[in-house]
């Protein structure tokens, strides 16, 4: 049995039929899909060529199949025909050995639930049935093997029962006007309706601007954290416990399957290497190194930490804040690892340091180990479909709503906004040029400070980005180009000996800020040999606004950066729009460097051909600046969260103001009574008039309820 996914250039799935053939173009079996452009077909391979042929709008389209081998078992797992039993068939040929004993397991959730032994002489066929009552709701995976530990086939199969639990909503009246009350009623049962005292997590949304979801917690749990890619719908097989959405799913799970668990380490093959222990609170662990290449460990070395944490509000006692704070002395091991565990909540400022009284503290670089970020991986246009609720034509008054939508794909308003977009850029053929005129001064707004944010491709929080450089076992110093290379691998430096414009130093301060200079007394002091290390991208330069000032083509202004220690710096950003370049970039200074053929055409376009990006640069105010080095550590330590209560307005005390909340009721954790009874009250908004409501749970027992209003 061959199961196969059909989908075109973007993972979207299509429908096709298709035959198997041999070398001699006979046609062995036919095949179409079941669902989601997944099927199965079932022939049996030989030693001579074979293909597919399927086809799909039209065109028809050849896929080679692998050849047979000369020996083997095959393991047929039905689990649809039977609802109380697993229908396993197993076949060899005859050059397969006849001696062996073969092993069939059942797992689920990396337990073993079912087991038997098999012996199949010759070439025979062996069927046998396993009761898969007892098992537990979900996936389970059936393995077949030798003596010697090796898989010979396996097999993920779904186990669905009536299992789940019965949620059930009421509310007080049908509808409800704007800023009105709204009182809920939930109830939860198991399928012999006998009341369930537990807690669930509720969510009321407008259901005329929500996001279609098509999972749940059920799909979740028991479905896609056994199996592996995307699944576009999951609900659907839940849906009908029919036998179309059976064989669905039989086939998604053939497909799509996930072995969960090293098989290997399970049967005893290869040893289990426990690398991380389970949680007893929140960690810090990491080891001391030295700075240097070869980063040799510190054993038996003596450390602190402090923690401190403020919070809002003041003290009896008259003092203006709130200050929580915990010390500890430690000494590494034999390796320079430490480890500690607590329990914290919030964030917290955090201090490791080597002891001061150790000689030459400052040889000593502290890391610690949380580097634990997945590889990114880039989406498929599959994955980031998504569905909206279709609008509401009518009004909580029965009126109808404008569509004040524009249609994007109006080529007349398209080429409208375009010649727009070129008349902004000076380069539209409809542009009159006007006299150039000097601004001596340029005030940039908050609004401009959002949209240069708002625009940017993109953001670095530079605490947590020096965090990470030192977790890797990196030590930068003050070097800002070796920390910005390392954020993105388009920048690069170059170094020359003149700057584009002419240089006129005037003062020593001035001379040793800007690079190396050749100390030759019997020259003038004008004429020095200086070395300007520029960052560039994309083979043009890149400016930097410090706090958002204005950037000059001078090396006072173009270099001021290079003095800011990366410590200092709370945030960057990185916009590479023209805009925003011929903003911040100020027009005569940089107009002036660039090539006249292009300085003709306008100050923006001058900018933007010798300009590749502005990198934005903000720092921390002057007494918030953190001072670090070798031998110390600051950080932050983020404990568990602290639990929120999610915001509802009372509109029985506030006045009614324009309100559009999407989400209007969320709890995480409502509790219901002995009788299986919860209420909720909430206020709607001002334009709710349908209800969007999801409740889900999971008991202590492990039982699973969901609600979804249609």
Known sequence: RVAYEATDEAGNPIDVTGVVIDGKKQELCSFTTLHEGRGVFTYTPGVDKQEVVVEYSGKKYRFNLPMGLPQGVIMEVDNLSDPDSIVITLRKNKYAPSTETLGVVILSGGKLQNHCYIHIADDEQIRFKMDKTRLPLGVSQIVLFNSSGDILCDRLIFIKRNEILDIKVKTNKPAYQPYEPVDMEFSVADREANPVSTTFSVSVRDAANEVESKQNILTDLLLMSEIKGYVRNPSYYFEEDDNAHRAALDVLLMVQGWRRYAWEQMAGVEPFDLKYLPEQGIEIDGRVITPNIKQTSMPNTDMSLLLQQKREGKEE????????????????????????????HGKWDMILAVDQKRKRPREYLIILNRLFSPTPKRYRYADMQITIAEKQTENINGGEIPDNDTDEDD????????????????????????????VTAKRISRRDIYHSRATSIAYYDVHSVLDDIADGGKYIGNDIHQMLMGLNKDFY????????????PDNSYLISMLGVFNNNTSRSPNILEMEYEFLLRDNRMVIFVINNE?????????????????????????NEGIDIKCQYADHKTFRSIAPPKVSMYGACLAIDYIVSCV??????????????????????LEGYSPVKEFYSPNYSMLPPEPDYRRT???????????????KIKFYNNSSCTNFSISAETVTSQGMIGTYKNE
């Open 493 to 504: 430096i170059k170094r020359q000996r003149e700057f584009p414009i002419p240089f006129q």
């Open 615 to 636: 990198v934005f640069i903000e720092t921390y105010p002057d007494g918030e600046i953190p001072t670090e080095g070798k031998g110390i550590r600051k950080t932050k």
């Open 411 to 438: 080529p007349d308003s398209f080429l409208v906004a375009y010649e727009d977009s070129l008349s902004r850029l000076s380069i539209s053929e409809k542009t009159h040029y006007l006299s150039e005129v000097t």
């Open 550 to 574: 204005i950037v000059y083509a001078n090396e006072v202004s173009f270099f001021a950066y290079q003095q800011i220690r990366p410590a200092a710096i709370k945030s960057i950003y990185i």
């Open 317 to 344: 006692d008259g003092e203006e804040e709130n200050v929580s704070s915990f010390f500890e002395s430690f000494v590494t091991d034999g390796q320079g690892h430490f480890s500690l565990a607590m329990d914290l």
């Open 664 to 678: 209007l009721y969320w709890n995480p954790s409502v509790t219901t009574d002995e009788n299986g009874h919860a």
